[in-house]
């Protein structure tokens, strides 16, 4: 009788590094990653909302994590947790639901390696879906130089995210109303009319780790017409 010997697999390994091709000169984009393994694929929709009021974007990322080996008579191969390199200067990373967990592994300039751990192990062909949040703080010490978030003014580099390989991953940034939205680098090709706001996507992303896209925003100045009245020499 042949017995059955599980082996575990070293989790995907996502690093972002600096593109200059993919941004505007002084921009962090990510690039083409390297050491990730496909056999654990990760593929996710990104959601960018803009607040304002909060001087922060808030994002949400839903993750679709997926086993790809195949067993064999002697060996089960499994993986209990995996990296995801996001923005730099993010705040408060946290799962919701699923019962994963997440930690910064790492800070550099130009990213933060997140280290997912699993609510259980994943095995072949299986697969097990969360939703990652964070904040890209825009005002403050520990807000990055690309982000920010002002009364006026806002900027937001705005990033996919997926491991090595993986494809039809989808961001969207949403602004509240009353801004004026461009799309300063990148393609975000769809835009659409939301609660009086503005929503842009992506769409499904054939290179997610390649995509980048620099947004901004305005608030149009408003004015206050008044009657002032002043007294004139001689009148």
Known sequence: MIRRLSMPLVAALVLTVLAALAAPAGLVAPAEVRGAATDLTLVTDATYTVRPDDGRVAVSVAVEARNRTSETRTRR?????????VQPGVASPRIAGGGA???????????????????????????TSFRLLFDLPGT???AAPQV?????????????FASNGARGSTVAVRFPEGWDVAVESGELPRRTRVDGGTLLSSGSIDAPLRFFAYVTAQRPPT??????GMRVAGA
């Open 140 to 142: 403050g010490r520990k």
């Open 101 to 127: 967990r997440v930690r910064v592994a790492n800070r550099t300039s130009r990213a933060t390696l997140l280290r997912i751990d699993f609510a259980n192990r994943l095995f072949s062909g299986k697969s």
């Open 223 to 228: 004015y206050v017409d008044r009657e002032v």
């Open 148 to 160: 920010r978030v002002g009364e006026s003014l806002v900027t937001v580099p705005v990033w996919a």
């Open 77 to 85: 191969y499994w993986f209990d947790h995996a990296f995801l390199a």
